[in-house]
């Protein structure tokens, strides 16, 4: 076999000087193609917006005047933040109900069912839908939280004045800049979740309370609350800072439900004093719920039922429950949820009528009891069963938010009309002004019962109407997106096989060198004419910029692919060429790799595959190395055992229970770890199958106190567990001297692995002892048991290849030279990637989706545990509390591509090489869940396809990023040569 650079030089003189010019362009392609793979997987994410989640806000509407007399003059919205309705509604452990006002205001006052959230069931988008009556598209996240990421219309934008107390992160969205409001909130120091938060909801009440009296004193003031479409609006967030602090079950959370009940009871009580003219409007809800861990986000019943409770002026009185209908059974846009399902006997109200709404129905409601046009955005639709107004009326507030619906759709279809060359309209609305004129014959010829039915139809269409419009251009994006994502694959394949493997050498001729320029210009020539004619069309219908973006990047992508024609033309040749058997081999490694990667994806909504993965695979491990390695060595047994422990972790529950003692005997099980290790380290020299990754041969006596230093931070961590956790329980705050403590120590630990023994197995077992501590300090359960879990399956991975890698040695040692040639360099420490080497990269993958799921859901908002970061703060901050929940997540990653990168520096793989192939493996799921992402059912399947769709995307940054950070950490791991002592070795 001739030995030449990647162009193929025959002559081996000429093939050594081309070897720099090779590396050159290798190092060149590699940083081009980094850059390439960011911008093209940054562009291809933001594409599911504009396929499923475009904005929905459009403006130039104009609004639908009501045409019936309002029935309240005021109205006043209590949104308790992170009030689940089921501890809203059910009785204590002694038979006391926990709202006793509220329930008498259900039996007695007004009507009451469930307020439907739609995930993410945060804050905001919460109320978003019941202010404005609109869900928020995901991007809105991005914009922005304090301020409005767009300007959209709300009931508190139609009233006349409105006053607002609460959250620093809630009112300002609504009223910052709203001229015709009276707002204020505490300081964000308030939320501290060491403490009960219920005091936050007192403050609200006693502003109002305060503004009531002083009114008494200022007669602009007095003007001011006497005149209609006033709104009151008080934001309560105990409910909210005590489950994330104390969990929905605790007694603190509990207490807090009747707080707020005294105070709905005081609000009414004031305000029926105060004006004494029965024209008040009360609403009582929640923006979302809470889950049984104190956390929310998903689409959890606990997360999305809420209570909703509505009593004064235009409100119907209860009544029994009837068998008949409700009238508004109707299409509810894309929310899937089961409305009026049977009360829960436990409740004691399953005799009451019921009505449940989307929380969007609020807005639309609060708009009809106050005769406001309702907001221009919003997608609600009015719930009837709580208006009490005559039928005309009825008929009139359904066919006004039958008519603002309409209006969005109008606008929307005519945006898209005024740029498309060819338009496709919606057909069922094609008639819809005709439909508008007989709802309008059947008022005045007063058949409202028909009127009704026709008016809900048409808000049905409507809405279908919108949604139509929303994916209007699902089909052509999707085509272009997976074009370039097949392009993206194709094009790395390419660059892999000229860049790392021997195939260039073996195939590309010299003649294919000089002939490459000349079909390169006609390949670029013939892309950037198509480019053209496509972005003069995409000019000519006003389309966004990113689709031209999505266009040319695929464009570009199967341009360089045509520009490498005679290398895939010399490439087929090649394998045509090839024996049966290498045929064979390179469909079954694509068939196992296809498997294995199908099962990543499905294991990100079943993680028990990930034991029977570990199960399988331990097995497999240990019986192939027992039959080719001495038993006494233990390294079969080992890797068995380590794989069968990792693959309890998908066995357990996502939602982590609080185990302090867990976690302590989890940090006594991580030092003996360590100090297995480094025995290990220092007696297992002698033994063939641990040659390569021991190095005794750079031993510095400061290094054994690298490691004492190490083992003594992690047992200086668990007593900081103990303490901390301790005061946490007794509802201490958390002392200044404790949380610095905890803050040396994690940050600490993590700088001594730099100064460990550059062995291979020395400076793994320094990495893993050094981001022990901040994990556990960050740790509240079994997700520290899973830490040393996990460095035990990364060990044996180490084993394994090692163990391969002392056979092949002995077997290529035993063929006398004979396979000398196929092991030449890339570099001068690296050797070509053979077919047998996307075993790394798919372990890697494993391991590292591994990391995600071990422990929880990572796709899921509510995985992740916000009672982790109390050792090292308390006081709400949402930023640094999200980065010390991420940094946590990310502690596995990083062992993970320590492990790798140091596999791939004892087998003398080029890193980036088996990193392009990493990017490979993550885009063929990338392009799976592309396929996966759901815009309609239940708003929790769309918002999962969502994340695991945007975790593969992210992958080629997320893994390029921790690989330059654990960089610092392997980037000086020396591998004993086998040359130094072949005696050994053999």
Not at 873 to 898: N, Q
Request: neutral net charge.
């Amino acid at each position: 076999m001739d030995v030449g650079g990647i162009l193929g030089n025959r002559d081996s003189k000429q093939g050594k000087l081309n070897i720099p010019r090779r590396r050159k362009w290798v190092k060149r392609r590699e940083t081009w193609l980094v850059i390439l793979g960011v911008i093209l997987h940054a562009v291809y994410m933001l594409s599911i917006f504009d396929i499923y989640f475009k904005t929905p806000i459009v403006h130039g509407m104009d609004l639908v005047s009501p045409r019936f007399s309002a029935p309240a003059k005021r109205l006043v919205l209590l949104v308790a933040d992170g009030l689940r309705a089921d501890k809203f509604f059910e009785p204590d452990s002694d038979g006391n109900f926990r709202a006793p006002f509220l329930r008498s205001v259900i039996k007695n006052q007004g009507r009451w069912g469930v307020s439907h959230a739609r995930p993410p069931t945060e804050s905001r988008p919460g109320h978003v839908a019941i202010i404005a009556g609109f869900y928020e598209d995901p991007s809105a996240v991005t914009k922005g939280w304090k301020a409005n990421p767009v300007e959209f219309d709300s009931v508190f934008n139609r009233s006349r004045h409105t006053i607002s107390y609460g959250s620093p992160d809630i009112v300002p969205i609504f009223c910052g800049a709203l001229p015709h409001s009276t707002w204020a909130t505490y300081p964000h120091e308030f939320e501290d979740f060491a403490t009960d938060a219920s005091f936050l909801d007192e403050w609200s009440f006693d502003q109002f309370q305060n503004l009531l009296n002083k009114s008494n004193e200022d007669p602009k003031l007095r003007r001011l609350l006497e005149q209609d479409n006033l709104v009151v609006f008080l934001h309560l967030l105990g409910c909210d800072s005590n489950g994330h602090a104390h969990r929905p079950f605790s007694s603190i959370y509990l207490n807090n439900v009747k707080v707020v009940d005294h105070i709905a009871e005081r609000v009414y009580n004031l305000l029926e004093n105060y004006y004494k003219d029965n024209r008040t409007s009360y609403i009582f809800t929640a923006d979302h719920g809470m889950s049984d861990k104190g956390s929310h986000g998903d689409g959890h019943p606990t997360n999305t039922d809420t209570p909703l409770v509505v009593w004064g002026a235009g409100v119907k009185h209860p009544r029994p429950v009837s068998e008949k209908e409700h009238s508004d059974h109707v299409l509810r846009f894309i929310d899937q949820h089961v409305h009026d399902a049977p009360t829960p006997k436990e409740w004691g109200l399953d005799g009451i009528e019921r009505v449940d709404v989307n929380q969007a129905d609020i807005a639309p409601l609060m708009s009809t009891l106050l005769g406001l046009p309702c907001p221009v955005n919003s997608v609600g639709n009015l719930p009837l069963g709580y208006v009490d107004m005559k039928k005309e009326e009825e008929v009139e507030a359904v066919l006004a938010n039958t008519k603002q619906i309409l209006n969005q759709f109008l606008r929307k279809s005519h945006i898209k009309h005024s740029h498309s060359l060819y338009f496709t309209p919606f057909k069922p609305l094609a008639h819809y002004s005709s439909m508008l004129n007989h709802i309008e014959d059947l008022l005045n010829a007063r058949d409202y019962k028909v009127a009704m039915q026709l008016s809900e139809n048409l808000r049905s269409l409507a809405l279908q109407g919108l949604h139509y419009f929303q994916t209007y251009d699902l089909l052509m994006l999707m085509t272009v997106i997976t074009l370039g994502y097949i392009g993206w694959m194709v094009f790395l394949v390419l660059h892999v096989l000229q860049a790392y493997t021997s195939f260039s050498r073996d195939i590309f001729m010299e003649e294919a060198v000089h002939q490459k320029f000349n079909t390169g210009k006609q390949a670029q020539l013939f892309g950037c004419l198509f480019m053209a004619v496509v972005s003069l069309l995409l000019f000519l219908e006003g389309t966004p910029p990113l689709y031209h973006a999505y266009f040319a990047m695929t464009v570009f992508l199967w341009t360089q692919i045509l520009d490498e024609y005679k290398f895939i033309k010399a490439l087929w040749r090649h394998l045509s060429g090839k024996k049966p058997d290498f045929v064979i081999k390179l469909l079954a490694i694509g068939a196992v790799s296809l498997i294995i990667l199908e099962l990543l994806v499905h294991s990100f909504t079943e993680r028990i595959l990930y034991t029977w993965c570990f199960l399988v695979v331990g097995l497999i491990a240990c019986i192939y190395l027992y039959k080719l390695i001495p038993w006494r060595s233990g390294i079969p047994v080992f890797i068995c055992l380590a794989c069968w422990f990792l693959s309890l972790f998908t066995l357990m529950p996502a939602e982590i229970p609080d185990n302090n003692k867990l976690v302590i005997a989890s940090g006594v099980m991580i030092v003996v770890v360590g100090l297995t290790a480094k025995w290990l380290d220092l007696h297992a020299a002698g033994n063939k199958c641990w040659y390569g990754i021991c190095n005794h041969e750079k031993r510095q006596p400061g290094f054994q106190c690298t490691f004492r230093y190490q083992a003594l931070l992690v047992g200086l961590s668990l007593v900081m567990v103990f303490l901390s956790t301790s005061h946490r329980t007794k509802k201490q705050e958390l002392h200044t001297i404790h949380q610095l403590m905890n803050w040396f120590i994690a940050g600490f630990s993590m700088v001594l692995p730099l100064f460990s023994e550059n062995g291979l197995l020395s400076r793994l077992n320094s990495i893993f002892l050094g981001f022990a501590p901040p994990f556990l300090l960050l740790s509240i359960g079994y997700e520290a048991v899973f830490y040393g879990a996990l460095g035990l399956v990364l060990i044996a991975w180490v084993l394994f290849e090692n163990s391969l890698l002392y056979l092949s040695k002995v077997k290529n040692s035993s063929a006398s030279g004979k396979n000398l040639e196929a092991s030449v360099s890339l570099e001068s420490n690296d050797r070509y990637l053979q077919l047998s080497d996307m075993r790394i990269p798919l372990t890697f993958m494993v391991l590292f989706n591994v990391a995600f799921f071990g422990t929880g859901n990572f796709a899921s908002i509510a995985s992740f545990e916000i009672s982790s970061v109390y050792r090292f703060i308390t006081v709400f901050s949402p930023f640094l509390m999200a980065a010390l929940l991420i940094f946590k997540l990310f502690i596995p990653f990083l062992l993970v591509i320590c492990a790798f990168s140091a596999i791939t520096k004892l087998l003398k793989v080029p890193r980036i090489g088996c990193y392009f192939l990493v990017i490979l493996c993550s885009d063929m799921m990338t392009i799976h869940f592309f396929f996966l992402v759901k815009n309609t059912g239940s708003w929790m399947e769309i918002g999962n396809s969502i994340s695991h769709f945007g975790i593969m995307s992210a992958q080629v940054v997320f893994v390029l990023l921790l690989f330059a950070l654990t960089n610092i950490y392997t980037k000086d791991i020396e591998i004993r040569s086998a040359s130094r002592d072949p005696r050994k070795v053999m």
